[in-house]
Nanobody, 128 residues
Framework: QVPLVESGGGLVQPGGSLRLSCVTSGRTDKRYGMAWFRQAPGKEREFVAAISRSGSATRYADSVEGRFTISRDDVDDAENTAYLQMTNLQPEDTAVYYC??????????????????WGQGTQVTVSS
C-alpha cells in the first residue's frame, strides 16, 4: 500500500480560497478514482468531491457544488494526484480534509481506505 499525502490547508477568511493537493507517496500500478472527504469536529467524515480514473467525470456534495472543483494531473499510471480548488470558503467548511483512492468512481466512503490507507489529512479553518 502506498500512502497518500494531503497538503495545502490553512487558515483563511470567509470568502477566501485554498487549493488542496493529494499525491501518492510512491508508485502505484494503475490509475484509481480519487475523492476528497472532510471531517469537522464532532461530526462524521463526509463526502466532498470525487473524480473518475480518466478525469472525465466528477461529482460533488450539494454543500460545495459550484464552489469547489476537483481535478487530477497524473503523469502516468504510477501516480494518482488529485487537487481540490476551494473558493468562497465559509466557516462551515472548517474541517480536516482527506483524500483517498478507489478502484472505481464512487462517492461512498466505504469504497475508500482499502487500497490505500487514510492519511493524516490537512486542516482547513475558515474564520475571520
Amino acid at each position: 500500500q502506498v500512502p497518500l499525502v494531503e497538503s495545502g490547508g490553512g487558515l483563511v477568511q470567509p470568502g477566501g480560497s485554498l487549493r488542496l493537493s493529494c499525491v501518492t507517496s510512491g508508485r502505484t500500478d494503475k490509475r484509481y478514482g480519487m475523492a476528497w472527504f472532510r471531517q469537522a469536529p464532532g461530526k462524521e467524515r463526509e463526502f466532498v468531491a470525487a473524480i473518475s480514473r480518466s478525469g472525465s467525470a466528477t461529482r460533488y456534495a450539494d454543500s460545495v457544488e459550484g464552489r469547489f472543483t476537483i481535478s487530477r494531473d497524473d503523469v502516468d499510471d504510477a501516480e494518482n494526484t488529485a487537487y481540490l480548488q476551494m473558493t468562497n470558503l465559509q466557516p462551515e467548511d472548517t474541517a480536516v480534509y482527506y483524500c483517498n483512492a478507489a478502484t472505481f468512481f464512487s462517492t461512498y466512503e466505504s469504497d475508500y481506505g482499502t487500497l490505500i490507507p487514510w492519511g493524516q489529512g490537512t486542516q482547513v479553518t475558515v474564520s475571520s
